[in-house]
């Protein structure tokens, strides 16, 4: 399967991504080589073969919250550049 480098670019553009002109040929190539192979994929027989998540049979290891000796927030904020309160501030990333 073939994508276009239209299809790319709206993709980019869709998920506020800066692609140059060359990563747009690139990712059109490599996203196409992807669809092909996924098309290959679909034509394998997996009638009776259960679906997996993983192979390992682990499920959901969790171990016991222990409370244990820590920094005071003082020394947690002793070298941050700018705090408020209790935190850290950050610049804002997300408008």
């Given at each position: 399967m073939?994508?276009?480098?239209?299809?790319?670019?709206?993709?980019?553009?869709?998920?506020?991504?800066?692609?140059?002109?060359?990563?747009?040929?690139?990712?059109?190539?490599?996203?196409?080589?992807?669809?092909?192979?996924?098309?290959?994929?679909?034509?394998?027989?997996?009638?009776?073969?259960?679906?997996?998540?993983?192979?390992?049979?682990?499920v959901?290891?969790?171990?016991d919250?222990?409370?244990?000796?820590?920094?005071?927030?003082?020394?947690?904020?002793?070298?941050?550049?700018?705090?408020?309160?209790?935190?850290?501030?950050?610049?804002?990333?997300?408008?």
């Open positions: 073939e994508i276009t480098k239209q299809e790319v670019e709206k993709v980019a553009k869709l998920a506020r991504l800066q692609v140059t002109e060359s990563e747009v040929v690139v990712f059109t190539k490599q996203l196409s080589q992807i669809l092909t192979h996924v098309e290959t994929l679909k034509t394998y027989n997996t009638d009776g073969v259960q679906p997996t998540a993983t192979v390992l049979g682990q959901n290891v969790f171990r919250d222990v409370v244990r000796p820590s920094l005071s927030v003082e020394q947690a904020l002793a070298n941050a550049p700018e705090r408020e309160a209790d935190g850290f501030c950050v610049p804002k990333i997300i408008d």
